[in-house]
């Protein structure tokens, strides 16, 4: 009898291990977040082409002018030129920014002739991962019509719902006077001497 009951004991175990208990379900939600800082500033640099080294300080030197060899319309050109970039600082945001040049040294005065804000010229592109496109409706032009401040809005840097950064070239024309590379070229009927501006640049966010 004891082994009887014994038996039906250990049988009722082991069913009730076998048997699968009542599922249990548990959910957990977690919210996650993460602060994106507002901008600090404006971080404004130069780099210099061909390399895209960036620039120590604010001189932007064109350096001595000449014939390149083979060249189609005889002008005299610089060997490199800029970029100014212009992106928020330490945070998100994307600033406003005004472009003014001023005419400096002219040794084409005397004769009445123009400087270097007509024989250079500026680009804007914004640049969106690493695609340049045309900044809004802001063509390229000499910097002489950049004496009449020039401003960029974030809505000029925007495609498709994404916000880029400013980006413009600086150059001395070509000579080829075309809509992506306006103004006068250097000729040898150019009076000698050092041609100067000044490119400000102020960014606000």
Do not use: C, R, W
């Not at 004891?2 to 009542?22: E, N, R, T």
């Not at 406003?96 to 005419?103: D, F, G, L, M």
């Amino acid at each position: 009898m004891k082994k009887l009951i014994s038996l039906m004991v250990m049988g009722l175990f082991v069913l009730a291990q076998a048997a699968p208990a009542g599922a249990v379900t548990n959910t957990t939600t977690f919210t996650l977040t993460a602060l994106m800082p507002a901008a600090s500033g404006s971080n404004i640099a130069a780099y210099k082409y061909p390399g895209g080294t960036l620039v120590s300080g604010t001189a932007l030197d064109f350096g001595t002018l000449a014939i390149p060899q083979g060249s189609t319309f005889g002008s005299f050109l610089a060997s490199n030129y800029y970029a100014i970039t212009v992106t928020p600082a330490s945070g998100g945001g994307s600033p406003t920014t005004t472009v003014t040049y001023t005419e400096g040294n002219n040794p084409n005065s005397a004769t009445g002739g123009h400087g270097l804000g007509y024989k250079s010229n500026i680009t804007f592109m914004k640049v969106i991962g690493v695609v340049e496109t045309q900044a809004g409706s802001h063509v390229p032009q000499t910097l002489q019509v950049t004496t009449t401040a020039v401003t960029i809005t974030p809505a000029d840097l925007t495609a498709g719902g994404v916000t880029g950064y400013l980006k413009m070239y600086v150059a001395v024309a070509d000579g080829s006077n075309t809509a992506s590379n306006p103004g006068e070229p250097f000729t040898a009927l150019d009076a000698s001497g050092t041609y100067g501006g000044t490119v400000v640049v102020s960014a606000t966010i």
